[in-house]
DNA sequence: GTCTATACCGGGATAGAC
DNA sequence: GTCTATCCCGGTATAGAC
């Protein structure tokens, strides 16, 4: 067994990207995120007390790259609130096509109970951030903005889980093509509420 | 341990939905299947060679009750075309929040080399039924025609997915409310194809 | 057709050596 | 700070008794 050098918390987090991306969050381990960078089963435990920590600190970094992928998409689509808006689908879907780590991981459920203050930090932002581009398209009612972003990130969700649930094996399953489709239901969404 | 009287292979079924509706895909095991009935761990494998068999005969029936409810779903909603589309994601979230048995079951990447006559000839029938209803919006063009049901079958999914995995819970996150939702959205998607 | 018992595997987590 | 070694748990699947 291999002696790690170097910061092993930080390449425990980047392993558990790699690891979540191949095997998704159903069939994650620590002991393969170890195995992945040749350390020992026993080692992660010395930066992480258990495997929701780590998770958790998976949760943070994903929140934060998500959220800087999304305001450079949204910069990207141009001045149109809706191009704008719509532009978060397809950053989620490419994100989480090549990083296994979506809502899923960075919302999940056991994660709520462990008081991890970065984590809280990031995800907050990450919503912020949708906020903002959503209320430049449905500004009358924050109840029905808060719905057309959860509109959105469910549409932007779905096409990624059947993606990687095999449902587009005999239609093209690409992920690039898959994220332009999400960006015209998202934008069709948006239009709808304007 | 009990013996079982009756028909254990249905009831082996039964017990699945169950099962796939407490605890998800991902937890899914034939042990905890056999516990649910009080009959050993082994007993299962008398009717099923194995895991992915049983899984393969839950996602006939389920293909089948899903293509049941999405019909009468569709006949409730009236004669708008739109209507009757949109009522397959509001049948879809109800059917899959209930039985824990969506797309992701029912068309799951490992059962595909099965050759399971009964679960493919269910599955035809369940595509079959949304493409004479994806039709009546869209009919000017195959490909966009597959594309509308995907897309509603998208949100339908992510909402669901998006429930279970807890992203709601500060929502009124009830899944009568998350249907409707998915009702609105898919009208407004298929709307825009119009 | 179901049981008990067991072999085998792999992941979570800990103890103690270095 | 990482290792080796180990325990415990639970799932898959099989063998053989009834």
Redesign the pocket.
Known sequence: ??????D?RVALIEASFASLAEYGLQR?????V?RRL??????P???F????HLLSAVSAVAARELREEIVAAADAAGADEVDRLAAVAGAYVRFMTRTGAGFHVIFAAGLSALHDEERREQTRALMTTLIELAVAVEPSSYQEMLHLIQEIIAVAHGYTALLTDGFFQLSNGSAEHIATRAVRAAADLATARR
Chains 1, 2 share one sequence.
């Open positions: 067994m291999g002696y790690h050098h170097g092993l994650f381990s620590v002991a393969a170890a040749g350390v020992s089963s026993a080692a435990y010395r930066h007390p258990d495997r929701d």
